[in-house]
């Protein structure tokens, strides 16, 4: 079943910076746009929109620092999107299961006749 | 966040050449995960995996075909180009084992681009082409396959 949510979800990690983002922000714990902004090619203003992104889909929560806000990444939030990404796995599984059933049933065919 | 390399092995009572046939015919794949494919089973040839009425085209590119033994292509290309490396490299290894056949299958480039598969499998999950509608129909298309000339 897909909701909204999900879909908005993968938008938001589908995207390189956003991602490079997050593994900042879990290496360091927490950060703001303009720290995020010293380590990555983007401008502070790119990263203030991307945090924004993040923080709808419920991925970073942000808390008022002066005049900028500090970030730090929901971990339950995040789990749960790399639980959809280890579904590929359990998907591949049950492609090779599926091989077997007709490779097996082939083979079962070409040994009768 | 660093998502490895999906690696699978599973053991299939059928000689490789059967095996090889079935990993790599879009015939075949559009029974075990596609709805429809489309490409010439030849190193670069270029060619696409459709879900339902053309609603997901995902253009592939083969990488290797040497039968009866390996069979790799590229999908989920960033940008949907097909020349580009930046897209998941799938890869079946087929060994003779006993009377059968060993399958290792990998998927490599994930990191990037894992979450792109991840979203095509969310949108398309297997259930819907899982063992309830698939194994009735499996009878005759081995039929049919078997009866063809």
């Known amino acids: 079943m897909i909701t909204a949510v999900d879909d908005d979800l993968w938008s938001a990690v589908g995207d390189p910076t956003r991602r490079r983002m997050l593994d900042l922000l879990l290496a360091d714990g927490e950060?703001?746009?303009?720290s995020l902004s010293v380590r990555l090619p983007v401008t502070r203003q790119a990263i203030a929109k991307h945090l924004g992104v993040l923080d709808r889909v419920g991925l970073v929560h942000g808390t008022p620092a002066g005049r900028e806000r500090r970030?730090?990444?929901d971990e339950a939030q995040l789990a749960?999107?790399?639980?959809q990404l280890s579904s590929v796995g359990a998907a591949w599984d049950s492609r090779l299961r599926r091989i077997k059933l007709i490779a097996e049933a082939v083979q079962r065919a070409k040994d009768i006749r | 966040m660093e998502y490895g390399s999906i690696?699978?092995?599973?053991h299939v009572d059928a000689s490789p050449e059967v095996v090889f046939e079935v990993v790599s015919r879009p015939e075949h794949i559009s029974q075990w995960w596609t709805d429809d494919a489309r490409y010439d089973v030849a190193p670069g040839a270029v060619g696409e995996f459709v879900w339902g009425d053309r609603v997901q085209v995902v253009p592939m590119r083969v990488v290797s075909a040497e039968p009866p033994r390996l069979f790799s292509f590229r999908w989920c290309h960033n940008d949907g180009d097909v020349d580009s490396a930046d897209s998941l490299l799938v890869t079946f290894e087929l060994t003779p084992s006993g009377s059968g056949t060993t399958i290792r299958l990998t998927e490599t480039g994930f990191r990037e681009m894992g979450w792109e598969e991840a979203k095509v499998a969310e949108h398309y999950l297997d259930h819907s082409t899982g063992w309830d509608t698939f194994v009735p129909r499996l009878?005759?298309?081995?039929?049919?396959?078997?009866?063809?000339p």
């Open chain 1, 31 to 34: 950060g703001t746009a303009t």
């Open chain 1, 71 to 73: 970030y730090r990444v």
């Open chain 1, 80 to 83: 749960r999107a790399v639980a």
């Open chain 2, 7 to 10: 690696e699978r092995e599973i």
């Open chain 2, 139 to 148: 009878g005759d298309y081995v039929a049919r396959l078997v009866s063809a």
